[in-house]
């Protein structure tokens, strides 16, 4: 994940260079949000010593990311990042981690042994692990110095595509009935009925007191 926050700047300076704008987002609707920072957050959650934790929070981690890319398919790259996401969950479930090849973190520059030191979410690849090829095998040499696997390519160019593609005005229509979980974001210049659940709107008309941010589709 390291690599994440420099390629979202990478993209976002590429797509005002080329005549974006940052505004284009305030007409994307984004689903089950809560489902893609719950996943990030468990990412981040320490296990500690305990490899079943560890082991536990990644794939827990993995299956609500792809979840959320599921429903957001429809999204200049979505499908990038479902791929992604899932070639990743595919090698992390059987293997109970992310295998990481030692000669890849070599390459990247890295000192020998030191493959993943403090981490149980990956391990050393071993002959034992399966779909060995889509583990952590692909080195970016230093200053990068980091191990990606084949998903995480497909998962960064499917972010980098829907930035872009954004900015550039070219946003496919994410078409979805509103969730029930995790309201989606909306956009706050669109229709108040884009904008709120039905049942929201339906309270608020009933008791009289529509707000203002509902009838104009504009925040305060």
């Not at 010593?49 to 536990?56: E, G, I, S, V, Y």
Request: hydrophobic residues 55%; aromatic residues 6%; charged residues 15%.
């Amino acid at each position: 994940m390291i690599i994440v926050l420099p390629l979202v700047v990478v993209a976002v300076v590429a797509g005002l260079v080329t005549g974006g704008s940052l505004r284009a987002f305030e007409r994307v609707r984004v689903h089950w949000w809560g489902a893609a920072v719950g996943g990030l957050a468990l990412q981040a959650v320490p296990a500690g010593q305990n490899l079943r934790l560890a082991a536990a929070t990644l794939v827990g981690s993995y299956v609500l990311l792809v979840g959320f890319a599921l429903v957001n398919r429809r999204l200049p790259g979505g499908w990038l990042v479902m791929a992604g996401l899932a070639m990743n969950l595919a090698v992390v479930l059987p293997n109970g981690g992310m295998p990481v090849s030692a000669a890849a973190v070599s390459v990247a520059g890295a000192p020998a042994g030191t493959v993943v030191a403090g981490d149980l979410k990956r391990h050393e690849m071993t002959s034992g692990d399966v779909l060995r090829p889509l583990g952590d095998v692909i080195p970016v040499p230093k200053p990068v110095g980091i191990v990606l696997s084949v998903g995480d390519l497909a998962l960064y160019s499917g972010v980098a595509w829907f930035l872009l593609a954004v900015m550039l005005g070219r946003p496919a229509e994410n078409r979805r009935p509103p969730a029930r979980r995790f309201l989606m974001y909306r956009g706050k210049h669109l229709a108040p009925e884009l904008r709120f659940p039905r049942q929201t709107l339906a309270r608020w008309a009933a008791s009289g007191r529509l707000p203002a941010t509902a009838r104009s589709g504009t925040s305060p």
